[in-house]
């Protein structure tokens, strides 16, 4: 059984830091992509982030490009999501979520494991 547990959300001002931790748990995940993505009020999810747990490859959504990192552990089987120069349009739900690494793509349909989410609040 696969388990994705966030934490590390909260309020923060405009230009502040926050880092979002994943702990992963249920499976060896070194054929998974691990990726963050966010949901505001009446939008749709979208992609944030992505590091491919072999290889430490990563990609990015344009806009946190440059403000946001995504790393992981392998040892502690956790995914972190650093993120620097926090601007207002970042408040959201933040997720974790884990795909197979053959299955390519950013869409959140291709990710099967998801976890509950941690709010993100940047204050003007």
């Known amino acids: 059984q696969v388990q994705l547990v966030e934490s590390g959300g909260g309020l923060v001002q405009a230009g502040g830091s926050l880092r979002l931790s994943c702990a992963a748990s249920?499976?060896?995940?070194?054929?998974?992509?691990m990726g963050w993505f966010r949901q505001a009020p009446g939008k749709e999810r979208a992609f944030v982030a992505a590091?491919?747990?072999?290889?430490?490859?990563?990609d990015y959504a344009d806009s946190v490009k440059g403000r946001f990192t995504i790393s992981r552990d392998n040892a502690k089987n956790m995914v972190y999501l650093q993120m620097n120069s926090l601007k207002p349009e970042d408040t959201a739900v933040y997720y974790c979520?884990?795909?197979?690494?053959?299955?390519?793509?950013?869409?959140?349909?291709?990710?099967?494991?998801w976890g509950q989410g941690t709010q993100v609040t940047v204050s003007s």
């Open positions: 979520a884990a795909k197979r690494t053959v299955v390519p793509g950013t869409s959140p349909s291709l990710y099967g494991y």
């Open positions: 590091i491919n747990w072999n290889s430490g490859n990563t």
């Open positions: 249920g499976r060896t995940f070194s054929t998974y992509v």
